[in-house]
């Protein structure tokens, strides 16, 4: 994921939240603590630890330009599994004993949703990198997020391929409300755009086996199968989707934004569509 610009984002914040009356935690200390909770271990690790590398990266250029000032920026890394009980744990304990100003995370919508009510009830500010689905935010002060959400990237989506697609089918994890989130999104824009979703197929987290779902696609007559979500299923779908004959481009988010994805596809992936974070207008080579 293109995380440099948003981590810049996030770290500046959360400096600034030191010197808000709200935060009582970091009055008048010198020693700054964000708290960081992403996925360190599991299927979802290599972007926590991409998360991570980039917080580290920008604290470390941060405390450098502040060695003249009376602070410094220390991290508080928790490894949340991306599981919502463990997160709100997690974050329970950096706003709790380990009194941090402010935490970074979780990644995933899901996770972020279940620990809106914790966020507020101790009001010490969440800022989720990557959580786009709509009610993140929603109706809490100390709730934020660094990327764009469901409905503006289901419509960039459907945008784009409505111009040479009319027929659309979705391949939609059940298990995740970012996926929920997104297919809804996609599809109301895309039928509001002149299109018709011909198919709309289910999967759970840990599946392997796709064979059913995308001959059902297959046979619905679908140009576009927009399938928003993670690895492993995400690259074993790509492979299959070639196996069972499928013809139609298949498209994803920003959650195929990754090695795990790109490498694990194989050769599969080409002609695939990948709406993401990325500006050809930033030319920094982080």
């Given at each position: 994921?293109?995380?440099?610009?948003?981590?810049?984002?996030?770290?500046?914040?959360?400096?600034?939240?030191?010197?808000?009356?709200?935060?009582?935690?970091?009055?008048?200390?010198?020693?700054?603590?964000?708290?960081?909770?992403?996925?360190?271990?599991?299927?979802?690790?290599?972007?926590?630890?991409?998360?991570?590398?980039?917080?580290?990266?920008?604290?470390?250029?941060?405390?450098?330009?502040?060695?003249?000032?009376?602070?410094?920026?220390?991290?508080?890394?928790?490894?949340?599994?991306?599981?919502?009980?463990?997160?709100?744990?997690?974050?329970?304990?950096?706003?709790?004993?380990?009194?941090?100003?402010?935490?970074?995370?979780?990644?995933?919508?899901?996770?972020?949703?279940?620990?809106?009510?914790?966020?507020?009830?101790?009001?010490?500010?969440?800022?989720?990198?990557?959580?786009?689905?709509?009610?993140?935010?929603?109706?809490?002060?100390?709730?934020?997020?660094?990327?764009?959400?469901?409905?503006?990237?289901?419509?960039?989506?459907?945008?784009?391929?409505?111009?040479?697609?009319?027929?659309?089918?979705?391949?939609?994890?059940?298990?995740?409300?970012?996926?929920?989130?997104?297919?809804?999104?996609?599809?109301?824009?895309?039928?509001?755009?002149?299109?018709?979703?011909?198919?709309?197929?289910?999967?759970?987290?840990?599946?392997?086996?796709?064979?059913?779902?995308?001959?059902?696609?297959?046979?619905?007559?679908?140009?576009?199968?927009?399938?928003?979500?993670?690895?492993?299923?995400?690259?074993?779908?790509?492979?299959?989707?070639?196996?069972?004959?499928?013809?139609?481009?298949?498209?994803?988010?920003?959650?195929?934004?990754?090695?795990?994805?790109?490498?694990?596809?194989g050769d599969n992936i080409e002609g695939s569509l990948i709406v993401g974070a990325f500006s050809p207008d930033d030319t920094r080579p982080q």
């Amino acid at each position: 994921m293109k995380l440099c610009k948003a981590i810049t984002m996030f770290v500046f914040c959360c400096i600034m939240l030191v010197y808000l009356p709200r935060t009582g935690h970091c009055e008048e200390r010198k020693e700054v603590k964000i708290g960081v909770m992403a996925p360190l271990s599991g299927p979802l690790a290599p972007y926590g630890k991409a998360v991570l590398e980039g917080v580290r990266m920008r604290v470390e250029e941060a405390n450098e330009k502040s060695s003249g000032l009376n602070y410094t920026i220390k991290l508080c890394v928790e490894d949340n599994m991306e599981n919502d009980t463990t997160t709100i744990s997690v974050y329970n304990k950096l706003a709790g004993s380990d009194r941090v100003c402010a935490v970074i995370g979780p990644l995933t919508s899901t996770c972020a949703l279940a620990v809106r009510r914790a966020v507020a009830k101790l009001k010490v500010p969440l800022i989720t990198p990557t959580a786009t689905n709509d009610k993140v935010t929603r109706d809490n002060d100390y709730m934020f997020r660094a990327c764009f959400n469901d409905s503006f990237q289901g419509r960039v989506i459907a945008t784009h391929v409505v111009k040479e697609m009319k027929k659309a089918a979705t391949l939609v994890d059940m298990n995740s409300d970012y996926s929920k989130g997104l297919a809804k999104s996609f599809g109301e824009f895309f039928q509001k755009l002149g299109g018709q979703v011909v198919a709309e197929e289910k999967y759970q987290q840990k599946d392997t086996d796709f064979a059913v779902q995308l001959k059902k696609i297959l046979g619905s007559g679908a140009e576009i199968v927009f399938v928003p979500g993670y690895p492993p299923e995400v690259p074993l779908i790509i492979k299959q989707a070639k196996a069972v004959g499928l013809s139609a481009r298949l498209c994803g988010a920003d959650g195929w934004d990754n090695d795990a994805v790109i490498n694990g596809s194989g050769d599969n992936i080409e002609g695939s569509l990948i709406v993401g974070a990325f500006s050809p207008d930033d030319t920094r080579p982080q």
